[in-house]
C-alpha cells in the first residue's frame, strides 16, 4: 500500500499565501522592492482542542475557530509588510516589538469575532428578508426557501463586488495560485511554475464550499424549526448557527472523500462552481511565491518529524 500524504491546507492573503501542515504555518508575500519574505508559526499543542477535533460535528467548529484565529495572525503581518519598503523594517520591529504577543492575540481574538460577526449578519439579514415575503409565501417551507434564496444572493453579491476592487483580485489570485499548488502537490508533479499552472483553480477542501454548503445544509436544518413568531425564528437561527457549521464541515469532508468516484463528485460541484468567483487565475509571479511558501513549510515538516529546530531554515 502507498504511504498516503499529509494533508495541507492553505489561505490566500495579501500579495502572498499561507500554507498550513501538522506542526507550523507558513506565509511567503511579495515585498514592494519584489523580493519574498516568509514568516511562521509552530502550531502549539493543545490537548483538550484535539481532543475536540476528533469529535464528530464538533470537530468542524473548532477547526474553523483555530483556523480563523491562527490565519488572521498570518493576515496582519501580509497586511503590516506587502508595501513597505525593506528599507523601512527596522522602524515595523521597533513598533511591534514591545507589545509582541498582546498583538499576536489581540489580532487572534480579532480573527475570531470578525468570523462569527460575518456569519451573524449572513445568517440574521436574509431572516429579515424572508419574512418581508411572508404576505406572499406564507407556509414554514416556502419561508425557509425564501432565506436560502436571500441568503445565495447576498453571499454570491458580496463575493462579485469585492471582487472588482484591485486588492481583493489580487488575493484571489493568490487563492487560485495556492489551489493549483496543493493539486499539482496531491498529482506528485514537481512544484515547478509550468506544472502548478497546469493544475486546476478548484479544489474540494477549499473554504469557499464550506460556505456554500452552510447555505444548503441550513435549508434542511431550519426545516425541524418553526418560522414563526419571528422573535422564535430569529432565536432559532443564532441556536443552530454551530449545529449548520458542524455539519457543513462533514459534508465538505464528505465531498473531498467522494471526489474520485465517478457519480458522487458530483456532489460538490455546487462548492467549486462558487470557486469560480473566488479563485482567480494567478501570474506567474505570484505562483512563484505560493510555491516558495508551500516549499518552505514542506522542509519545516520534515524537520519537525525528525525532531530538529527549525529556527535556522530561511
Known amino acids: ?130 419574512e418581508l415575503t411572508r404576505p406572499i409565501f406564507t407556509g414554514d417551507f416556502a419561508q425557509i426557501l425564501m432565506e436560502g434564496f436571500f441568503k445565495l444572493v447576498l453571499l454570491l453579491a458580496y463575493i462579485y463586488l469585492i471582487s472588482l476592487t484591485p486588492l481583493i483580485k489580487r488575493v484571489f489570485q493568490y487563492h487560485g495560485a495556492e489551489h493549483k499548488v496543493i493539486n499539482a502537490f496531491e498529482s506528485g508533479l514537481p512544484l515547478t511554475v509550468a506544472n502548478v499552472q497546469s493544475a486546476s483553480r478548484l479544489h474540494y477542501r477549499c473554504g469557499s464550499s464550506f460556505i456554500l454548503f452552510t447555505v444548503i445544509v441550513g435549508v434542511f436544518v431550519y426545516m425541524l424549526v418553526p418560522t414563526d413568531p419571528l422573535y422564535v425564528r430569529i432565536l432559532n437561527r443564532i441556536a443552530l448557527i454551530p449545529v449548520v457549521l458542524g455539519i457543513s464541515f462533514e459534508v465538505l469532508q464528505l465531498t473531498n472523500k467522494l471526489r474520485d468516484i465517478p457519480v458522487l463528485r458530483y456532489l460538490g460541484y455546487p462548492g467549486l462552481w462558487l470557486q469560480l468567483l473566488t479563485t482567480k487565475e494567478p501570474e506567474d509571479d505570484q505562483v512563484e511565491v505560493a510555491i516558495a511558501s508551500f516549499e518552505k513549510l514542506l522542509t519545516m515538516e520534515e524537520s519537525a518529524k525528525k525532531g530538529l529546530s527549525t529556527e535556522e531554515i530561511v
Open 1 to 130: 500500500m502507498s504511504e498516503q500524504k499529509p494533508v495541507y491546507g492553505g489561505q490566500a492573503l495579501v500579495e502572498g499565501v499561507m500554507f498550513g501542515g501538522k506542526h507550523h504555518t507558513v506565509t511567503a508575500i511579495r515585498r514592494k522592492d519584489r523580493s519574498i519574505e516568509f514568516f511562521h508559526l509552530p502550531r502549539t499543542p493543545k490537548p483538550v482542542l484535539q481532543k475536540f477535533k476528533k469529535i464528530p460535528f464538533l470537530r468542524g467548529i473548532f477547526a474553523i475557530l483555530d483556523a480563523a484565529a491562527t490565519g488572521s495572525k498570518h493576515l496582519n503581518f501580509a497586511q503590516e509588510r506587502y508595501d513597505v519598503d525593506p528599507k523601512e523594517d527596522e522602524q515595523l520591529h521597533a513598533a511591534a516589538e514591545p507589545s509582541k504577543w498582546s498583538m499576536i492575540l489581540s489580532v487572534a481574538a480579532v480573527g475570531i469575532l470578525s468570523f462569527l460577526f460575518g456569519k451573524f449578519i449572513f445568517t440574521l439579514v436574509p431572516v429579515l428578508l424572508a
